[in-house]
T-cell receptor, first 113, second 111 residues
Framework: AQSVSQHNHHVILSEAASLELGCNYSYGGTVNLFWYVQYPGQHLQLLLKYFSGDPLVKGIKGFEAEFIKSKFSFNLRKPSVQWSDTAEYFCAVSSEAGTALIFGKGTTLSVSS | DGGITQSPKYLFRKEGQNVTLSCEQNLNHDAMYWYRQDPGQGLRLIYYSQIVNDFQKGDIAEGYSVSREKKESFPLTVTSAQKNPTAFYLC??????????FGPGTRLLVL
């Protein structure tokens, strides 16, 4: 069965620090990869996605993620975080054959100003 | 204004009671989904539907039921068989096999 692992449960950073959130998945076939963000009191929103092509994808608000097929990873990065990036971040995977998403357990990011 | 609406925002269930959560979308999406979110657990799939009058169980379907009589609507019933229903319930929709978009959620609490 597919699974998604997010290594960091809670990350605490100061403003302007760099961010990297780890995500690994277990599935041998072709996958679609997503990062979603849930700001306090708001909808779950799509941050970025990878379907095919350039493995380095850019999303909203200065976020990017790199798909490394050999490592089954899709880590999220941002060079300089802001207080407004405080949120919960979810990595998700769907297989080529199915439509449902498998989510990681989420990483809570707290940014202090 | 296109989007996904879920109602109510908060729902209280008494023991032994069935309750129904509403999900409506006007995005003309074929597929709709229900997820359950628990703290520290991420989102887990309850049911999904790719077309009208058809739906499939997800990983945690026990104690839940759904219907898909209209393309726009995918209501979720939490039955009395669901022994631990307290959670945040999220509905999503997508074009077939494309990005899923989420509604604002319903928080279900047990009295």
């Amino acid at each position: 069965a597919q699974s998604v692992s997010q290594h960091n449960h809670h990350v605490i950073l100061s403003e302007a620090a760099s961010l990297e959130l780890g995500c690994n998945y277990s599935y041998g076939g072709t996958v679609n990869l997503f990062w979603y963000v849930q700001y306090p009191g708001q909808h779950l929103q799509l941050l970025l996605k990878y379907f095919s092509g350039d493995p380095l994808v850019k999303g909203i608000k200065g976020f990017e993620a790199e798909f490394i097929k050999s490592k089954f990873s899709f880590n999220l990065r941002k060079p300089s975080v802001q207080w407004s990036d405080t949120a919960e971040y979810f990595c998700a995977v769907s297989s080529e054959a199915g439509t449902a998403l498998i989510f990681g357990k989420g990483t809570t990011l707290s940014v202090s100003s | 204004d296109g989007g996904i609406t879920q109602s109510p925002k908060y729902l209280f269930r008494k023991e032994g009671q069935n309750v129904t959560l509403s999900c409506e979308q006007n995005l003309n999406h074929d597929a709709m989904y229900w997820y359950r979110q628990d703290p520290g657990q991420g989102l887990r799939l309850i049911y999904y539907s790719q077309i009208v009058n058809d739906f499939q169980k997800g990983d945690i379907a026990e104690g839940y039921s759904v219907s898909r009589e209209k393309k726009e609507s995918f209501p979720l019933t939490v039955t009395s068989a669901q022994k631990n229903p307290t959670a945040f319930y999220l509905c999503a929709s997508s074009r077939s096999q494309e990005t899923q978009y989420f509604g604002p959620g319903t928080r279900l609490l047990v009295l």
